[in-house]
């Protein structure tokens, strides 16, 4: 994207009607690493792809819990996505001081809509640069919701966002009927399988991707790398059938 005069500050239109300070926050988010969300009836997941910086630094955090019934993965930028977990951990802990309850995870994501929004209409702010994944389990069932910079947000049965996000979007769509029923153990294996689609050129291990669980009777915790290992196993030698495959079906074309 080039510098216009119509991107100076969020509340200036341009003649088509755009305003170029959301997009380029939404272009933040296609940036991110990638993370994915799915549910089923009884649990909800979120797989992200972590990154570092150079060899010589740590792996990013890319998911948070926010209170005992939901966390979040991020894809953008993580300081501003640091504002809204602290925000969003505030407004838990005030509902449950107060109500003596849980907050509804759909009532905390349409918060976090409204606060985004707010950043996309004031002169001398900018949108959150951060697109998250929400994931959490209250009366009214298990739920995955997106939220975006723009102050949209939306419930889903399976979702990714970040960079190189639509391979696993195609894995998703073609199998997200299938989901609902599923044990938890085969809701990681596909979402571990989805991210696997989006990272094709790396190699996935216990220390380049993390995974959060939250469902009925099972409070959000993150997946223990020693039993991620088993399910990166699983997912491992379905990939080299697949360069068999290839390989053989290559042959043939050049026979």
Avoid: W
């Amino acid at each position: 994207m080039f510098r216009t005069q119509y991107d100076s500050d969020v509340t200036t239109f341009s003649p088509q009607g755009r305003l170029h300070q959301i997009e380029y926050a939404m272009e933040a988010v296609k940036q991110g690493s990638t993370a994915i969300g799915l549910k089923s009836e009884t649990h909800a997941i979120v797989v992200t792809l972590l990154r570092s910086s150079s060899d010589l630094s740590s792996y990013q955090q890319k998911i948070f819990k926010v209170d005992e019934n939901i966390g979040i993965a991020i894809a953008g930028l993580t300081a501003d996505a640091r504002v809204l977990l602290k925000y969003m951990q505030n407004e838990t802990l005030n509902h449950k001081y107060v109500f003596e309850s849980p907050m509804s995870v759909e009532k905390l994501v349409s918060q976090i809509a409204d606060k985004s929004q707010i950043h996309t209409q004031r002169y001398g702010k900018r949108p959150y640069g951060v697109g998250l994944l929400v994931i959490g389990h209250d009366k009214s069932g298990v739920h995955l919701f997106e939220t975006s910079p723009s102050g949209n947000y939306f419930n889903y049965y399976a979702q990714a966002i970040g960079s190189r996000a639509q391979s696993a979007k195609t894995y998703l769509e073609k199998n997200f009927e299938n989901f609902k029923k599923l044990s938890l153990d085969d809701l990681i294996f596909h979402g571990l399988t989805a991210i696997k689609e989006s990272s094709s050129k790396e190699v996935l291990t216990k220390d380049n991707c993390s995974v959060g669980i939250v469902g009925v009777d099972t409070p959000f915790k993150f997946l223990e790398k020693d039993k991620l290992e088993k399910f990166l196993e699983r997912v491992q030698p379905q990939d080299d059938l697949d360069d068999m495959d290839l390989n053989n079906d290559n042959q043939m074309n050049i026979d």
